[in-house]
Each structure stands twice: as C-alpha cells, then as structure tokens.
C-alpha cells in the first residue's frame, strides 16, 4: 500500500486543520476498504506517537487520550481516502503526522512497529 498525506500547515492555538491520506494499492488484489488505517505522529526529539486509528472491516475507531474529543477519524473508501479533523489544535499537538495501514487489524494498534506501510508525513504546527 502507498499513502499519501497531505494537510499540515501553520494554525493558531483553537484553530483546526484535516489532514487528508491518499491510500492506492502497489499489488494487484489489494482491497483498501478492508485495510485498518491510521495516523500516528512525531514530535522532534520525540518518539512516534499514536494518534488515532480506523478498522477496515467494521469501522471500528479508536483514540489516543490526547486526541480523544477533539480530533476524528474518518474514510472514504469511495476515494481510498483517510481523513483526520483536528479541531482546539494546542501547541503541543505539533508534530510530523503520519498515516499508516496494516492489511489486518491489531489489539495493539497504537504501536507503531505493528504496522509496515507508512506515508511521507505532512508538518503541523500550532502556534500559542
């Protein structure tokens, strides 16, 4: 699976952003919609984070504390594509944002080494 994120940029503290993932499959037979999605994310100095994920088969969604409440997780497997909207954005949600895929989904999904698939990253900075 090749992603593709894009989004990031320069908001205030309380302003929001989407962060958009474009998923296209490298190997005949893929089936994207089925695939677990998820954005995890990267602070200098910092290891990767986990920040929200989505299940392929039934939709399920899960949230890091952190995210919880204020950012959402979405996919338009119309489109291949995997959503995160970030709203009450906060200083400390700056960070490289990743997205990532796994063909199965896992109890451990907040674990980065769990997944193998992973997009350039796209810059997200909050300003106070």
């Known amino acids: 699976v090749q992603l593709q994120a894009s989004g990031g940029g320069l908001v205030q503290a309380g302003g929001s952003l989407r962060l958009s993932c474009a998923a296209s499959c490298a190997t005949s037979g893929c089936t994207l919609r089925s695939y677990s999605l998820g954005w995890f994310r990267q602070a200098p100095g910092k290891e990767r984070e986990f920040v929200a994920a989505?299940?392929?088969?039934?939709?399920?969604?899960r949230y890091a504390d952190s995210a919880r409440g204020r950012f959402t997780i979405s996919r338009d497997n119309s489109k291949s594509t995997l959503y995160l909207q970030m709203t009450s954005l906060k200083p400390e949600d700056t960070a490289v944002y990743y997205c990532?895929?796994?063909?199965?989904?896992?109890?451990?999904?907040?674990?980065?080494?769990?997944?193998?698939?992973w997009g350039q990253g796209t810059q997200v900075t909050v300003s106070s």
């Open positions: 990532t895929a796994r063909q199965i989904w896992t109890v451990a999904y907040y674990d980065p080494g769990q997944y193998n698939n």
């Open positions: 989505a299940r392929g088969s039934t939709g399920m969604t």
